[in-house]
């Protein structure tokens, strides 16, 4: 398959859209540190407008190259007004840790984070489709859209397949331990931490309805208990976008 | 403290603006099901709109009763722009388990969902927003306000505390293993299984700046390294606004 990456590891344009405010020392505009947060998650968080009315849609998502996909149903609020190419702004977190401080101020939280932004819209082409059907599964789990049953001729209407250039983006990323007021470390007598979180896989459940013997699949190999599902999703993210 | 509870469960009214219209059946209006959900979560991301562009920002937030409270920095785009009072959209989402089915049809992920609606106000009663600023960490780690510093003047002024009333709100439910089409059980050759995904913490890394011989206050017991972070917060959330 294709490699998906830019040419350039070029940063994207800081505009009044994208430039980090808070904290401003956090900010990342660099298409390699954004597409590693984006490549590491499974769900995102989409922001649009109906009647003026924001509604933020968490759903699954993957990027190619400076291309953003997801899907819904074709029914959906959502897919139905995404389609006008409303703007919409597509956002990523993970959650590292927690950061227990000397004052409430200095309170945080590790994370990593990107907001994208860009027009909504339907990808109509029907081989292009189908080309992000198989990509959305092997995104995840690699080679698998080859052992599956393709969609009947209902199911692909039923599915829209929506896509985003990203216009501009923005990463915020803090990784630090407690930063606390220097007079504060020996001054205030509160027990301070950090507590890193992760989000880790757990043993697989097999459908009860398995066909007897059938084995689990060597690419599933990466998937093993316990392990973090960042670092599997960067994995299989690899996987299937940039090897030959 | 007080119990922040609604007198009973009623469900919130389903309107144009919450009804949940893919795969209805996962839909949840009841009080007791969004409450569990947002109770148990410590990110949220927010929509809203500035000069018509969606902005989706994650940021820590909690409940009390129907209302949600959050803060910012005083300087920050998303505060200057919500103390307007704008419609709000504050989506939690819990990423439980990765399911893989025999079409790409039927993959799917089990997750718990709230998209509660309202509009945002500044807290503007001083008082009020020293008890809620309080409430913010204590919810987290409960009883941590008495041990920190208290906000200096600066650091009082430097920060918003924001709320929203949930005018409306739905739940969105997936807890099902594999669920595919009945010919496809036994047609497809593909490995089906349910991974379940949970976000743990980790062991805590003390701020090398302790005290000597400060002890970890009690409350923190419950913060073991392993337990789903959900599970903590649920707990927590509970010492803090549900015991007098």
Same mark, same amino acid.
């Given at each position: 398959m294709a490699d998906v990456e830019a040419a350039d590891n +070029?940063?994207?344009e800081v505009t009044e859209v994208n430039r980090? !405010? !808070?904290v401003h020392d956090r900010g990342r505009y660099d298409r390699q540190t954004i597409y590693e947060i984006l490549d590491a998650a499974l769900v995102c968080?989409?922001?649009?407008?109906i @009647? =003026?009315?924001p509604y933020c849609t968490p759903t699954g998502f993957w990027r190619e190259g400076d291309h953003l996909y997801w899907h819904g149903s074709s029914a959906s609020r959502m897919i139905r007004q995404q389609a006008r190419g409303?703007?919409?702004c597509l956002t990523v977190t993970h959650l590292d840790a927690l950061v227990m401080a000397r004052s409430g101020f200095h309170h945080s939280i590790n994370y990593r984070a990107v907001m994208a932004y860009g027009h909504a819209h339907v990808i109509s082409d029907a081989a292009e489709k189908t080309r992000l059907m198989d990509n959305f599964i092997d995104r995840i789990y690699p080679g698998r859209s080859k052992l599956i049953r393709q969609p009947n001729k209902g199911e692909f209407?039923?599915?829209? %397949? %929506? =896509? %985003? &250039?990203? &216009?501009? +983006?923005?990463g915020k990323v803090r990784d630090k331990h407690v930063?606390?007021? &220097? &007079? @504060?470390?020996a001054g205030v007598s509160a027990w301070s931490a950090l507590y890193p979180v992760t989000q880790v896989l757990g043993a697989p459940q097999e459908c009860v309805r398995q066909i007897p013997?059938?084995? %689990?699949? =060597?690419e599933m190999a990466v998937f093993q208990p316990g392990t973090k599902l960042d670092e599997v999703l960067t994995e299989t993210y690899r996987a299937t976008f940039k090897q030959p």
């Amino acid at each position: 398959m294709a490699d998906v990456e830019a040419a350039d590891n +070029a940063a994207f344009e800081v505009t009044e859209v994208n430039r980090v !405010r !808070r904290v401003h020392d956090r900010g990342r505009y660099d298409r390699q540190t954004i597409y590693e947060i984006l490549d590491a998650a499974l769900v995102c968080h989409i922001a649009y407008v109906i @009647d =003026g009315q924001p509604y933020c849609t968490p759903t699954g998502f993957w990027r190619e190259g400076d291309h953003l996909y997801w899907h819904g149903s074709s029914a959906s609020r959502m897919i139905r007004q995404q389609a006008r190419g409303i703007p919409v702004c597509l956002t990523v977190t993970h959650l590292d840790a927690l950061v227990m401080a000397r004052s409430g101020f200095h309170h945080s939280i590790n994370y990593r984070a990107v907001m994208a932004y860009g027009h909504a819209h339907v990808i109509s082409d029907a081989a292009e489709k189908t080309r992000l059907m198989d990509n959305f599964i092997d995104r995840i789990y690699p080679g698998r859209s080859k052992l599956i049953r393709q969609p009947n001729k209902g199911e692909f209407k039923a599915t829209t %397949m %929506m =896509g %985003m &250039e990203i &216009e501009t +983006a923005s990463g915020k990323v803090r990784d630090k331990h407690v930063a606390d007021e &220097e &007079e @504060d470390y020996a001054g205030v007598s509160a027990w301070s931490a950090l507590y890193p979180v992760t989000q880790v896989l757990g043993a697989p459940q097999e459908c009860v309805r398995q066909i007897p013997g059938l084995p %689990m699949p =060597g690419e599933m190999a990466v998937f093993q208990p316990g392990t973090k599902l960042d670092e599997v999703l960067t994995e299989t993210y690899r996987a299937t976008f940039k090897q030959p």
